[in-house]
Nanobody, 124 residues
Framework: QVQLVESGGGSVQAGGSLRLSCAVSGSPHSMYYMGWFRQAPGKLREGVAVIDSDGYTNYADSVKGRFTISQDNAKMSLYLQMNRLRPEDTAIYYC??????????????????WGQGTQVTVSS
């Protein structure tokens, strides 16, 4: 079991950068995937980036080359560095974790643990 608390959201102009952090408590080493999702108004929650227990990463096509997911060695902090932000990146960003290895990394229904979310707003 883990508890997740996000921070670092805010407002930025297009082209700018933000770094999101997720403080992890509990048993992060028992999780197979830890990652970031986002949900814009009127849209489904979507996977942004994930890192697995071996350190391999996956990204949504829309953020590849702009966002970078990382974690500290103890797996007690998860980060999302977001560069070259676009207005379409505006959403609530959630930190998430799951034990299950099987299934798509981006299937939000397979994640057991969620943070409360942090708002990211990108203006044009």
């Amino acid at each position: 079991q883990v508890q997740l608390v996000e921070s670092g959201g805010g407002s930025v102009q297009a082209g700018g950068s933000l770094r999101l952090s997720c403080a992890v408590s509990g048993s992060p080493h028992s999780m197979y995937y830890m990652g970031w999702f986002r949900q814009a108004p009127g849209k489904l929650r979507e996977g942004v980036a994930v890192i697995d227990s071996d350190g391999y990463t996956n990204y949504a096509d829309s953020v590849k080359g702009r966002f970078t997911i990382s974690q500290d060695n103890a797996k007690m902090s998860l980060y999302l560095q977001m560069n070259r932000l676009r207005p379409e990146d505006t959403a609530i960003y959630y930190c998430a974790a799951r034990k299950l290895r099987l299934g798509s990394w981006s299937d939000y229904g397979l994640y057991n643990y969620w943070g409360q979310g942090t708002q990211v707003t990108v203006s044009s």
